[in-house]
């Protein structure tokens, strides 16, 4: 049981690159989403998924594109990379609705993003 | 969108010693939840408190949400050096068609032996 896992964890990109970050846990989760995390600025939610087959925008989408093709995948495209997309970017899954007594995200390791 | 305030940003004390962090917003939440994160790893959750004024304990840590379900504190009893990490809270709240989770900005703690 990995639980949630990502890849790569380190990339550097040059701008107006491409490339696809991956996610995939083996809970059987629901809810799928991706953040970024940046120095004094907390963990902003990018995309989410509440299902196979359906994504929708967070807070900062702007710049990302993602899709989940299988329940357990999740995926986050940067179709032509900026400088400003250097982060950290989290993976996270969980069974229920934020929100709930009983729900629990649990969080990848990350990817460390740096965009020249 | 909802803002949570975390405050302080960043605390260094010496082992032993006690301290609250706390969380705070002009907005309500349906709960709040406590995440702990170690350098170079995703965030852990801790707990997730519901109720206007609950109080839930883990071992040395307290936390404590606000009767208005506005803001949160965290306690911590005698500190210890592997309480060290980032300490992020988090409000999950109804906005753009699905329940969602805000974070502060993260107090960093570091406890000296």
């Known amino acids: 049981n990995a639980g949630v896992t990502q890849t790569p964890k380190f990339r550097v990109l040059k701008t107006g690159q491409s490339m696809t970050l991956l996610c995939a846990q083996d809970?059987?989760?629901?809810?799928m989403y991706w953040y970024r995390q940046d120095p004094g600025m907390g963990l902003r939610l990018i995309h989410y998924s509440v299902g196979e087959g359906t994504t929708a925008k967070g807070e900062v989408p702007d710049g990302y594109n993602v899709s989940r093709l299988k329940k357990q995948n999740f995926l986050l495209g940067l179709e032509s990379a900026a400088p400003s997309q250097t982060s950290v970017y989290f993976c996270?899954?969980?069974?229920?609705?934020?929100?709930?007594?009983?729900?629990?995200?649990?969080f990848g390791p990350g990817t460390r993003l740096t965009v020249l | 969108t909802q803002l949570l305030e975390q405050s302080p940003q960043f605390l260094s004390i010496q082992e032993g010693e006690n301290l609250t962090v706390y969380c705070n917003s002009s907005s309500v939440f349906s709960s709040l939840q406590w995440y702990r994160q170690e350098p170079g790893e995703g965030p852990v959750l801790l707990v997730t408190v519901v109720t206007g004024g609950e109080v839930k304990k883990l071992k040395r840590l307290t936390f404590q949400f606000g009767d208005a379900r506005k803001d949160s504190s965290l306690h911590i009893t005698a500190a210890q050096p592997g309480d060290t990490g980032l300490y992020l809270c988090?409000?999950?709240?109804f906005g753009a068609g699905s329940y969602q989770l805000t974070f502060g900005k993260g107090t960093k703690l570091s406890v000296i032996p």
């Open positions: 809970m059987n989760h629901e809810y």
């Open positions: 988090a409000g999950a709240a």
């Open positions: 996270a899954s969980s069974y229920s609705i934020p929100g709930r007594a009983t729900d629990t995200q649990y």
